[in-house]
């Protein structure tokens, strides 16, 4: 095992911009649904020892955050709301002060649910720096949310909404679960109408999936529930998407909707191939190395990180190479998700195949081509999203190993 103080060896002598994720992998209570790396929080000491662990981590990653500038922070999780503002101020002082450049205008988002937040919290969040908060409310009827195993109420979720606004967030995201079991599955409708009048910047809206390990997929695995079927998903997917539209959010991302000027920067990041940071347990990072880049994943028990950062050892548990020629693969499978579009001239030898292919998609409803500045540009309809896992896998062999390839 590595010494903790040399985890970001391979971050090579310039990182440039960089986002930071820090995961908190507690909440109150386990969602039916849910799959992530999270658990249950079994008492106030336990989170203590947990954040000791990310401000080392922090702490372990100065060389590599001295060469860079900092675009977003991002705390998800889990339930980073029950974490006090303290601490999350805390968090990104030290954050501050490793970092080459912490602008005053890079986006700092908060992922909250709505029972753990209130208007002191909130203005205690927003004086910590946090200035973009993303509210778990998944459903504005109640019977939906029990339904999810959600721990709050319609009622609360529009509270939050309102004390956010009080308390000064002015970059404000909903998330929104679709397409449930009956007899919610035509819930959606009046989610969005009462999303769009609360007038958030930012919604992000997920067709409800089957993953495992969660309840849901146990129920599913043993018939006593069941989701709609994959036509349902999809009529309820492009409803969503010309709903939206239609209120003036634009469709950038599979399920993320944006009003003008208000993508999230930090996610943004991810699509586009930037380099980011991951801290704390289950978390991912992304950097640049000589010659391509590295994909690390931290230890995903919060128990064995803390015990391993407290020893003075990396709490990374694996790294994958990426050569050029994946990299690429993966820089087209992220843009096939994303409004902006494919241009086949990006991707050198296999830009032919590539336009081939994508014309295919047109013909199919899949994408609307357009040029601009002489060069063709491939745009997902709403049907491309839905599909756009599919299409990337379609389209992964046409890229060649050839040390000529690389990510634009």
Not at 158 to 187: C, K, M
């Amino acid at each position: 095992m590595v010494n903790l103080a040399g985890m970001e060896a391979s971050a090579g002598s310039n990182t440039g911009e960089l986002g930071v994720y820090l995961h908190v992998p507690f909440c109150r209570g386990k969602c039916d649904y849910c799959a992530f790396p999270s658990r249950p929080i079994a008492g106030r000491d336990e989170l203590d020892r947990y954040l000791e662990a990310l401000a080392a981590e922090i702490d372990a990653a100065r060389a590599l955050l001295s060469r860079a500038r900092l675009h977003s922070v991002y705390f998800g999780g889990g339930t980073p709301s029950l974490v006090p503002p303290s601490e999350i101020a805390s968090l990104l002082g030290s954050l501050r002060q490793a970092a080459a450049e912490f602008p005053g205008e890079a986006e700092v988002t908060l992922e909250a649910n709505p029972e753990s937040v209130g208007l002191k919290s909130l203005e205690a969040l927003r004086r910590a720096g946090v200035n973009r908060l993303s509210l778990g409310v998944q459903s504005f009827e109640d019977g939906a949310l029990r339904s999810l195993g959600r721990p709050h109420d319609a009622a609360s979720a529009e509270r939050a909404i309102v004390a956010a606004r009080r308390a000064g967030f002015h970059n404000l995201s909903l998330d929104l679960i679709v397409a449930l079991e009956d007899p919610w599955t035509d819930s959606f409708e009046d989610d969005l109408g009462r999303a769009v009048a609360l007038a958030p910047e930012h919604l992000s809206v997920y067709l409800l999936s089957v993953d495992a390990p969660s309840v849901l997929a146990r129920a599913t695995a043993a018939g006593t529930r069941a989701l709609p079927c994959d036509e349902r998903r999809s009529d309820i997917f492009e409803r969503c998407s010309a709903v939206l539209r239609a209120a003036g959010y634009e469709h950038y991302e599979v399920s993320s909707f944006a009003r003008p000027g208000w993508r999230a920067v930090h996610n943004c990041g991810y699509w586009e191939g930037r380099a980011y940071l991951g801290l704390g347990a289950a978390a991912h990072s992304f950097l640049p190395e000589p010659g391509g880049v590295v994909r690390r994943f931290n230890i995903a028990d919060p128990d064995e990180y803390v015990a391993r950062v407290g020893q003075a050892l990396s709490p990374v548990e694996s790294a994958e190479h990426l050569s050029p020629a994946v990299h690429l693969r993966e820089r087209l499978m992220l843009t096939l998700r994303r409004s902006d579009g494919v241009v086949p001239a990006d991707y050198g030898e296999a830009a032919e195949a590539l336009a081939t292919k994508l014309e295919r998609g047109v013909a199919r409803g899949l994408f609307v081509r357009s040029r601009e500045s002489g060069r063709a540009r491939y745009r997902p309809t709403a049907k491309g999203f839905l599909l756009a896992d599919g299409i990337a896998l379609d389209l992964w062999d046409l890229i060649p190993d050839s040390p000529s390839n690389r990510a634009p």
